[in-house]
Structure formats: C-alpha cells, structure tokens
C-alpha cells in the first residue's frame, strides 16, 4: 500500500508561481509513475502532468505546457510540480497519484492523496 501526501498549495496571484510536493510512503516509489490531477472547482479531475518511473518520458496537458514542469527525486521518494505563470484557471484542488503503468488516464492511477488546494487570484 502506497501513501501519498501533498503539500506545497496555496494562494498567489495571477503570474505568480508555487511548487508543489508529493511525497510517498509504504512502496517502493521508483516502480510507479507518477502523476499530477486537477480538479477545478465544480469540474471533474483532469490530468495535468505524468512522468514515469525514471523520468524519461513526461506528459503535460494543454493547460501545463510551458508553464509546469514535473521532476521526481526517486532518492528522496518525491514527485514535484513546479508551477509558473499561473493563471486563475489554473485554480483547484491538485492531487498526486501513483499507477504501476504509464499512464495518463485518471482509472489506471492505482493510490491517490488527500489533494492540496491551489487558489490563483486574478
């Protein structure tokens, strides 16, 4: 069993930036990629970034690309997300997820955190 806990959200202004945090327990972090999901508020979740276990492929959405990068730390059982030049749209509840495959897709993420909550005011 794989835990996951967020950290890192909060409120910054429009063009601002914040790096969030994911930190695993309970597994063996370097046999899952990795992801992070968005849900904005009244929407459902939505994949922002992927990366696999060694890094070498990543996946960012739309919304992400240019502005998000994801890295992982399999040393220090961590994924990041460093955000920039955020947007109010970029506004949600952002949560980390762990799958034993390479995947993008939101029903093949085995584990899941509690989220942390990023607000960007306009």
């Known amino acids: 069993q794989v835990q996951l806990v967020e950290s890192g959200g909060g409120l910054v202004q429009a063009g601002g930036s914040l790096r969030l945090y994911c930190a695993a327990s309970g597994g063996t972090f370097s046999n899952y990629a990795m992801g992070w999901v968005r849900q904005a508020p009244g929407k459902e979740r939505d994949s922002v970034a992927a990366i696999s276990w060694t890094g070498s492929n990543r996946y960012y959405a739309d919304s992400a690309k240019g502005r998000f990068t994801i890295s992982r730390d399999n040393a220090k059982n961590t994924v990041y997300l460093q955000m920039n030049s955020l947007k109010a749209e970029h506004t949600g509840l952002y949560y980390c997820?762990?799958?034993?495959?390479?995947?993008?897709?939101?029903?093949?993420?085995?584990?899941w955190g509690q989220g942390t909550q990023v607000t960007v005011s306009s």
């Open positions: 997820a762990a799958a034993a495959l390479w995947t993008t897709r939101l029903t093949e993420y085995n584990y």
